[in-house]
């Protein structure tokens, strides 16, 4: 491809072409027969709008605050792993990116740049992603560390207690990943049978047993707020706000955990409303937001912003380092102010439910 990308979803080849097969089949891949992989693309596909006219959107605001903090538009930066396979510069690139489009960026706990790294080379809002191992202190330090640094939220991810079938992984061996973060604390050696190293480090340290009681545990080495990320069913969703989270992520890890789990879109209601959260904590979701059309889908579904997690990397790859994330990301922006404006809302809380038709209101209309 010569030309300049003209959507977000270009930027997936550009990647394609610039990385070694192993960290391409990596960061695109999903579990198993990526079933879930395709739908979370797919069922935004099945939604469809309904545009309202003659309202006057000459100045339209993408802005609105998460936890109290203003960003741009609803887009923030989900936490992935390993940003330097994919750019030398790795999640301080991103981060610098996050900071130029004012949004929030999540660091991830299997990044390759340090807390202190990323800290200091830019001034976005950072939230910080946790795993939790079965040495617990490590989690404890780490935590603190991202407090001492000024990340302003914890987001547990609590969808992994052990590592999805990723079979591009296992045929590539992929390798375990480099935690600086880790440094001096815990070894990030693994050794496998032949398959993917990766899956072997994790299976080896993440903790199977964490459960909802360890949230209180959390709360007991944290000031910060925390959200729980993984959530796909309303009975989850209703336990989490009983034990306290401040927000929720709907999420099924951008398909490579658990192949079959549900399209977040497709779910995102049933956690939004009726008798689950009702808008007592926050809700964001992420999983195939690849248009502005998408964003402005899960807001008109109950969503307070969404994280984008594929398309950041791949504008990291695209050889482009921090300028190709800030393409992406204000790519989307501007595509989710012209829906916003082609559907008759000025402001981000102008989005309303029946902005949008779902497949299951269509079939309704019919009978
Ligand atoms: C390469 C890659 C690495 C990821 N690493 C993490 C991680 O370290 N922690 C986490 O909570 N989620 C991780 N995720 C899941 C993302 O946070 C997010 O849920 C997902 O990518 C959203 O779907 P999308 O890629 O379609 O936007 C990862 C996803 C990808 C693609
Ligand atoms: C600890 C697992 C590696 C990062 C991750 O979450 C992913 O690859 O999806």
Redesign the pocket.
């Given at each position: 491809m010569a030309t300049e990308p003209v959507n977000v979803s270009e930027f997936q080849e550009l990647a394609r072409l610039a990385l070694p097969k192993m960290y391409y089949d990596?960061?695109?891949g999903g579990a198993e027969d990526q079933q879930t992989l395709r739908e979370?693309?797919e069922a935004f596909r099945r939604i469809t709008f309904w545009p309202r006219i003659l309202i006057d959107v000459n100045r339209v605001d993408l802005s609105t605050s998460i936890l109290g903090y203003n960003i741009s538009a609803p887009i923030i930066v989900?936490?992935?792993?390993?940003h330097q396979l994919a750019h030398p510069q790795g999640e301080v690139a991103t981060a610098k990116a996050a900071a130029t489009c004012n949004t929030i960026m999540?660091l991830?706990?299997?990044s390759s740049c340090t807390i202190e790294e990323v800290a200091t080379s830019c001034n976005a809002v950072r939230f910080y992603?946790l795993?939790i191992y079965k040495r617990r202190d490590i989690a404890a330090t780490l935590v603190q560390r991202a407090e001492k640094n000024g990340f302003k939220a914890i987001?547990l991810?609590a969808d992994?207690p052990r590592l999805g079938r990723r079979e591009a992984d296992k045929k590539n061996k992929m390798i375990a990943p480099q935690l600086k973060n880790l440094e001096g604390l815990f070894s990030t050696k693994a050794t496998s049978d032949g398959g993917s190293i990766l899956e072997a480090y994790v299976n080896e340290t993440m903790d199977p047993s964490l459960s909802w009681k360890d949230i209180e545990w959390l709360r007991s080495v944290t000031k910060l707020p925390i959200l729980i990320?993984g959530v796909l069913t309303r009975a989850d969703a209703v336990k989490a706000v009983q034990v306290g989270v401040d927000g929720i992520i709907v999420?099924?890890?951008?398909?490579?955990q658990l192949d079959y789990s549900p399209a977040t879109i497709s779910v995102l209601e049933e956690v939004t409303v009726v008798h689950a959260v009702e808008g007592r904590v926050p809700v964001l979701m992420?999983?195939?937001?690849r248009r502005g059309t998408d964003v402005f889908k899960a807001l008109a579904l109950g969503a307070q912003a969404v994280?984008?997690?594929?398309?950041v990397?791949y504008g990291l790859a695209a050889n482009k380092g921090e300028y190709g994330v800030r393409r992406v990301l204000e790519m989307l922006k501007d595509e989710f102010e012209l829906t916003m404006a082609l559907s008759g809302c000025s402001s981000v809380k102008d989005i309303t439910r029946r902005h949008v038709r779902t497949e299951h209101e269509r079939l309704l209309s019919m009978m």
């Open positions: 990596y960061y695109s979370n693309v989900a936490p992935t792993g390993s999540v991830s706990f299997t992603q795993y987001i991810t992994t990320k999420s099924n890890h951008g398909a490579r992420d999983g195939g937001i994280l984008v997690g594929r398309p990397i």
